[in-house]
């Protein structure tokens, strides 16, 4: 079981923002569940943005009016018969709040509103809402997750991340027809955020050694270069330091082996996986110096067997191991340091 102030420090480093004055008592407050976090994050974060100014966008309206604005549809006038009443149908561009990212952190706050979490936590959401007045709420089934993002809502990236969480990581459905929300994030959700902080934990605290992380694709080496449906070599995260090269493919399981016949083993899939990403790698760099190696780097469940184990494959190491999540947040960071100090040579850091 991952402590929910592990799940804070995950967060903060997949999205710098909570790393902001503004966020950090966070670091020391207990929240009992995963949800109560998110309504904390999300209050905090609402907060600041009502001091900025929430959102606002030019929307399309049309209704019916005694003073000409913005464009007569004459068409709907005539239909309506809105003249008889000495009034006109017009289009115009209003300058609104009512915005869809205003509309999803809206949505997701009276959800939470509804769930279990502290009364102290409810009680900032109702003092936040009225800021919302005239904000429409939506279905949460048919959110848009993936809206343009510019310099001017920018600082909505973040919330709306935490939202889509929420809605989408901690939103159940139970047996009733009735929702609730879970007190810890679903697998796939986990699965992402535990990706994320893996690569943001190593770009943060290793660009300044010369340590490049990334989640890059690694092009097929092809004899011909045909490769029509081929799928794509897309790296959860890569290490560069010094010409070695770790390739980590992140892996967030209930069960982080597979049995057959009472035998267990890594999963074939995911082991084919990284074997193909440090192959095309290992040729790509041929020529010049290299090392590359690659790890499945599997979250630590309660299961009582979990791989921790190293290959010698065609000439380069294939690393299986487990982070265990479960310690004080310094633990964590040991165990990701001591695989760059071991793989990469990277030097030794002092936190």
């Not at 409810?122 to 310099?151: A, M, Q, S």
């Not at 004899?223 to 995260?237: A, K, N, S, Y």
């Not at 090269?245 to 267990?264: C, E, G, P, W």
């Not at 790698?281 to 290299?290: D, N, R, V």
């Amino acid at each position: 079981m991952i402590p929910v102030q592990n799940i804070y420090y995950m967060l903060s480093y997949a999205f710098r923002a909570l790393e902001s004055q503004g966020y950090r008592y966070m670091a020391t407050e207990s929240f009992h569940n995963v949800a109560d976090l998110c309504a904390a994050i999300l209050c905090k974060g609402v907060s600041l943005q009502i001091k900025r100014g929430l959102g606002r966008d030019y929307l399309s309206q049309t209704e019916q009016l005694s003073a000409l604005r913005g464009r007569i549809d004459i068409q709907d006038s005539i239909k309506t018969q809105s003249l008889m009443r000495q009034r006109l149908v017009c289009t115009y561009d209003d300058f609104s709040v009512n915005t869809s990212l205003n509309q999803i952190v809206k949505t997701t706050m009276v959800l939470l509103l509804h769930s279990n979490i502290a009364p102290v936590r409810k009680k900032e959401i109702r003092n936040l809402l009225p800021c919302f007045d005239g904000v429409d709420l939506l279905d949460i089934h048919t959110i848009d997750w993936h809206p343009h993002y510019n310099r001017q809502n920018e600082t909505y990236r973040m919330l709306i991340s935490v939202c889509n969480l929420v809605v989408k990581g901690l939103l159940q459905t139970n047996e009733d027809g009735t929702s609730s929300l879970m007190d810890f994030l679903d697998e796939q959700r986990m699965c992402r955020l535990y990706e994320k902080f893996i690569l943001e934990y190593y770009r943060k605290e290793y660009s300044c050694y010369g340590l490049f992380a990334n989640a890059s694709q690694i092009p097929w080496q092809l004899d011909d270069g045909f490769d029509d449906m081929l799928p794509i070599l897309q790296t959860d995260i890569m290490l560069t330091y010094q010409g070695k090269v770790l390739i980590i493919d992140a892996k967030y399981y209930t069960q982080t082996t597979q049995q057959h016949f009472n035998v267990r083993s890594v999963h074939s899939g995911n082991l084919n996986q990284i074997f193909t990403y440090v192959k095309n790698k290992e040729t790509e760099l041929a020529g010049q110096p290299h090392e590359v190696s690659g790890m499945l780097l599997y979250a630590k469940t309660d299961e009582e067997i979990y791989p921790d184990h190293e290959y010698k494959m065609s000439g380069n190491r294939i690393a299986v191991r487990t982070l265990d999540l479960s310690g004080d947040f310094d633990s964590i960071r040991a165990q990701l340091d001591a695989i760059v100090e071991k793989y990469l040579n990277a030097p030794k850091l002092l936190h």
